[in-house]
Each structure stands twice: as C-alpha cells, then as structure tokens.
C-alpha cells in the first residue's frame, strides 16, 4: 500500500514536486531586491531592538530565514515582563495562561499553529515543529501539549507573580455581587495590557517568514482561540507578494480575515503603508463605520522588497502605532498611521 508520506517522498526522489498536498512546492520569488534582508516586528524601539537583534544577526549573516523569525520571536516568549506574550502572558478568567501562535514560510507556502497552549513558553517553536515535523497544520489544547512534551519541551507554569497580581485585580473587582473582595488599601498591579508581537522577515534572496504569537485576551473564556494562530487572520504571507501581521482585537481580524486581505491588497499593488490601512478601513466598514468602533486593530506589513508599512484603526499624536525594523541600514523605527483618533 502507498500511504501519503511514501507518495510524497517517491515523487520527491523522481523530482517531482506535487502541490497543494504536501506544501512543498518552491515559491519561486525573482526579487532579491536592494533592501533584503530585513526583519520588522509590530513594537516600539526598546522591545524593537530587543526582539530583533538576534533575527538580524542571523538574516545577516545567512543563516535560516526560519530561526531568524523564531529565534526573535523566543524573545518575548520568554521574558516574563511582557505580560501579552509567552511566559507571564496575562490569563484567561480562571487564572490560566493559554498561548496561540502561528509561523508560515513562503518558500513553501507551508504553515504550522497552536492554539489554547497551556505549560510552553515558546508556542512558536512549536508551531514550527507542527509545520516541519507533522502532516497538519493547526493543533489545539492538550493534544498541543503532548506534542510540544513529545517533541521535548518542559511543562512549566507561566503564571508570574506580576500577571497574577493583575488577574486578582480584575476577578476581585468584576463584580459587587460575588465575594472576592478587593484589598482595603487597593494595593494592586498595574491594567490589562494587549499586546502580541508579529516578525516577519525576508532574506537576501526575497524569500519570506512569519510569526504572530500571543496570550490572547487577558480574561478570555478558557479555550477562546483568536485570530494569531489562525492562518489569515493574524499571519499571512506569500512569496511572491509579501507578509502581513495583525494585533488588537482578535475577533475583528478574524472576521475579516484582515491579514490575507492585506496580502492580497499588496497583490493588486497598494504598498505594504496602504495595505495596512486598507484592512482597518474594511474593518471599520464591516462594523457600520467610525462611530461604532470601541476596539483597535495594529496591522503591518512588508513586502518582497523590504519596503513596510503600519497602520491602526485607533491612534493619537503621539501615540502613533509603531513597527521595529532592522535591514543593511541599521534599526529603525517607523510611526505608522490611524484611521480614528482617540
Ligand atoms: N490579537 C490578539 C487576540 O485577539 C490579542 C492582541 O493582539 O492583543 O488574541
């Protein structure tokens, strides 16, 4: 009997590439334009500069476009005082921290997910195993773990002290009818953060990655899954075009699809600045218009060519959405642009 891997490695050694099934058809992408490599993620200077030196020192010295997107990525997985991401990510409302994240490689056209992740401090890396080391795409919840403890990852609990301060402070202040009871001296931690981080990079030879990873919504409802690990939504690239990244309000980016749409606005030439811009439009519009937004989504974008862009639907002077860059011309920070101000 011929099952799906002996087919797929028989054709590989005849030389024959076989789409759709296995995505592992090369994206042949003819730019390697002036400005690759670059590497961006949706933060200011002081997380920018953090999260991308260890992604730009591999792109720059050619190493894997993949552990360049990772091993950024890794960084504010791990460290607990970014309480949107990773290890001390806020929690859902019963205390428990549930990560989601995605990485999609245009090469390939390939992607991998987790999702309600509970125990990993690294949910990207192992949405990278899902990609390369499985026939699947997305896998949720405890099926997520035991592989993630398959593959040889440690259950940790990532829960710190500063995000469970922050929970107690919202489940003691939720309600005057239930009884947890707020401290007298109102001695708490600091708000609800939003958060998420988005790297996407393009290497030397205009091939392109991505990763969106999170926490979610602090206070979700156990098992709510948003839009970072769903392919479309909070992460979509394509070789040939260019890769885009969502953070803000997960539920809006997934009815709209926001992150293809952006691709696909790049498809039919806007730059990657109005791609951005074009997805909060849509979502305003879906919503009925300007008024009846109470949320904010961050898009941004980078095509083939190096060349971003960041918009979001919410924004003041001052409090532009920004977006973290680093090519041959050393870091930058780019002020993005908003459709609403607030
Ligand atoms: N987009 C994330 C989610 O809805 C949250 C965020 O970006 O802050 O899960």
Redesign the pocket.
């Known amino acids: 009997m011929i099952n799906r891997r002996n087919f797929i490695k028989t054709l590989s050694a005849l030389g024959i590439s076989l789409p759709v099934m296995g995505g592992n058809v090369a994206r042949s992408n003819p730019a390697a334009k002036k400005n690759n490599p670059v590497i961006i993620c949706s933060r200011d200077e002081n997380w920018g500069r953090k999260v991308l030196k260890p992604g730009w020192d591999i792109l720059s010295s050619k190493g894997s476009l993949l552990d360049a997107v990772e091993k950024s990525a890794n960084i504010t997985e791990l460290d607990p005082e970014d309480t949107?991401v990773g290890y001390g990510g806020l929690p859902n409302e019963r205390g428990v921290v549930q990560l989601?994240a995605s990485i999609m490689y245009g090469p390939t056209h390939n992607c991998g997910s987790v999702a309600a992740l509970e125990g990993i401090k690294t949910p990207c890396s192992v949405a990278r195993l899902v990609m390369e080391r499985t026939d699947h795409i997305h896998i949720v919840g405890k099926g997520a773990q035991e592989f993630a403890v398959a593959h040889g990852f440690k259950v940790e609990n990532l829960l710190t002290e500063k995000s469970r301060r922050i929970w107690l402070r919202w489940k003691e202040n939720l309600s005057d009818e239930d009884d947890w009871f707020p401290p007298k001296d109102g001695n708490y931690d600091t708000d609800r953060t939003?958060?998420?981080i988005n790297v996407l990079a393009v290497d030397g030879n205009g091939d392109m990655a991505g990763i969106t990873t999170?926490s979610?919504?602090a206070w979700k409802i156990p098992g709510r899954i948003?839009?970072?690990p769903i392919i479309g939504a909070?992460l979509y690239l394509d070789n040939e075009v260019g890769a885009v990244g969502?953070?803000?309000?997960?539920?809006e980016?997934l009815r709209s699809c926001g992150s293809f749409y952006g691709v696909e606005q790049m498809r039919a030439g806007k730059s990657p600045q109005e791609a951005c811009e074009a997805v909060c439009q849509r979502i305003i519009d879906i919503n009925g218009g300007k008024d009846k937004i109470d949320f904010s989504d961050k898009m941004v974008a980078m095509n083939n060519d190096g060349e971003v862009g960041c918009a979001a639907i919410r924004g003041s002077k001052g409090r532009e959405p920004e977006l973290a860059y680093w090519s041959k011309k050393g870091f930058k920070v780019l002020k993005g642009t908003y459709l609403i101000e607030s």
């Open positions: 949107s989601d939003t958060g998420t999170t979610g919504l948003g839009d970072s909070g969502a953070t803000g309000r997960g539920e980016l």
